[in-house]
């Protein structure tokens, strides 16, 4: 628990103060994407041995109901009362491009397939990040006319596809889609053995100063 947005950077600190430790943070598309998304970028830059577990649900499902960086373009939103203008940023491809070790998308429909990419991110050394795409029937449901909270357990099978078909669709198709799957997962050193690692050489160099 802590600040606003600052989950990342709390995660930061422990890191560096107990690197032996694992570290798993839950987190909003709200709170990750908008006002902690520096965090984010640089959280996996640095390949924190960190894991990040974001419950997407495409606004800000527990302030009202605002759109975040993550809602879809022409979609309401208590902030966007007419359709949102902005179009949505795929975080876990700039997370991928920023240099984590491994990230992943499902959906909690997909239950088997989400719990087995937080598993997989659990297990990664260096920055993992899973992103769960999850419904919000209060607001975002409600104001876009997306029926019961079952429907949208349905709509959420339908419109999140495997990678590679989704990796198919054009440019605009993409837009009613989401992709689930795997988009990076490599091996990496991490931050802090990188750390110690130089440390190391250094002090050697320097004949044990």
């Known amino acids: 628990q802590g600040t606003h947005g600052r989950t990342l950077a709390f995660a930061t600190g422990i890191n560096a103060a107990q690197p032996d430790l694992k570290i798993i943070a839950f987190l909003g598309d709200g709170d990750c994407y908008a006002i902690g998304g520096n965090h984010l970028l640089h959280a996996a830059r640095r390949n924190l041995n960190i894991t990040v577990i974001v419950g997407n649900n495409c606004n800000y499902g527990m ?3 605002q759109f975040s960086p993550a809602t879809p373009a022409k979609k309401l939103t208590s902030t966007s009362r007419f359709g949102k203008s902005e179009y949505p940023i795929d975080m876990c491809n ?3 491009e920023a240099g984590a070790s491994f990230v992943a998308r499902s959906s909690i429909y997909h239950t088997l397939e989400l719990f087995s990419y937080i598993k997989q991110a659990i297990a990664a050394q260096g920055f993992s990040f899973v992103e769960a795409l999850l419904p919000c029937p209060t607001y975002y449901g409600r104001y876009n006319k997306l029926g019961t909270p079952v429907e949208m357990m349905q ?6 596809i495997p990678l590679k078909e989704y990796e198919k669709l054009g440019l605009e198709e993409r837009q009613n889609f989401y992709w689930r799957g795997i988009k990076i997962q490599r091996e990496k050193e991490d931050f802090h053995t990188g750390y110690i690692r130089q440390y190391d050489n250094y002090t050697t160099e320097k004949g044990g100063d």
């Open 63 to 65: 302030t009202g109901g």
């Open 94 to 96: 700039l997370v991928a």
């Open 155 to 160: 709509r959420l099978k339908n419109i999140c």
